[in-house]
């Protein structure tokens, strides 16, 4: 590549996933963006009556903070459909050759991005990426119920003290009850 210095970058044009009346919000998340930014905005926005629904749209490293702003507003806001799209940018770069008789370049790059919708009225609820209002406790809730309901308090406690120093303690004490007790019967 030494012979190659770097020319044109063009992003492809990618489908539109949610087509959003005049109300709604789009919401670009990039890298630098500050989630106090980005929330203190979109919560404003949202408590409007007028605005029904809103997008985030992130790409490459922002897509954690598109998904962390999507489910702080979901955790605050607890009526919020939720659609989530998952999609590749395209970004086409061209290499202007520096040498004589060398062709130019033309290099795709396919960058993950994420597409998602938080609706205050329902949405196509038979879509592969659709959240219901309410949806963000459930599976915490239900994962909790199972882990409580598959091990039992006190083996829990006595599990947790086992490495501990009062654990050690505590089955001495109790394995020499049980040897003065045997002792005691005989």
């Avoid at 609820?125 to 209002?133: E, L």
Wanted: aromatic content about 4%.
């Amino acid at each position: 590549m030494e012979n190659y210095t770097k020319g044109e970058v063009h992003e492809v044009p990618s489908t539109v996933f949610f087509t959003l009346d005049n109300s709604g919000i789009e919401m670009k998340v990039t890298a630098g963006s500050k989630l106090r930014n980005l929330l203190g905005y979109s919560m404003k926005k949202i408590k409007d009556p007028e605005v029904k629904q809103m997008t985030w749209n992130a790409s490459g490293p922002a897509i954690p903070k598109a998904i962390s702003c999507a489910e702080i507003m979901k955790r605050k806001n607890k009526s919020l459909h939720q659609i989530t799209k998952l999609t590749n940018k395209r970004i086409e770069e061209y290499w202007e050759p520096t040498v004589d008789g060398l062709d130019r370049l033309k290099v795709n790059r396919d960058i993950p991005a994420i597409h998602i919708l938080l609706s205050k009225i329902p949405v196509d609820t038979s879509d592969p990426g659709y959240q219901a209002p309410g949806s963000v406790d459930t599976l915490w809730t239900a994962s909790k119920s199972q882990q409580s309901s598959s091990t039992p308090r006190k083996h829990s406690q006595d599990s947790r003290q086992q490495g501990s120093v009062a654990g050690q303690r505590q089955r001495k004490r109790k394995h020499q009850k049980d040897n003065k007790n045997n002792s005691d019967k005989t």
